[in-house]
């Protein structure tokens, strides 16, 4: 009989996946609200203006690392180019 998820260690590995995997971590709206300081409306506004890219999974946005740093990099005028 399989195990109930909830009785599943964390520890276990996962199929198929190794420390070498390239695959970006994918942050839930909550993640980046707390990292950046700003309320989960807050992020949700940024997704909807275009302001942060976010992967759409269903009812569900996930946001990666890189993505947050592109914004943050636009806002702070660094990610200008030419002079």
């Known amino acids: 009989m399989p195990k109930d998820i909830r009785e599943m260690k964390r520890e ?3 199929p198929n996946q190794t ?3 390239k695959s970006p971590r ?3 709206v909550g993640e980046v609200a707390e ?3 700003v309320s989960t409306a807050k ?3 940024l997704i909807r203006k ?3 890219e976010a992967v759409n999974l269903g009812r569900l946005y996930r946001v990666t690392p890189s993505a947050i ?3 943050l990099d636009r806002l702070s005028g660094s990610g200008q180019q030419g002079s």
């Open 12 to 14: 276990e590995p996962v």
């Open 19 to 21: 420390n070498d995997m």
């Open 26 to 28: 994918l942050l839930s």
């Open 35 to 37: 990292s950046l300081g």
């Open 43 to 45: 992020v949700y506004q």
């Open 50 to 52: 275009g302001e942060l």
């Open 69 to 71: 740093e592109r914004m």
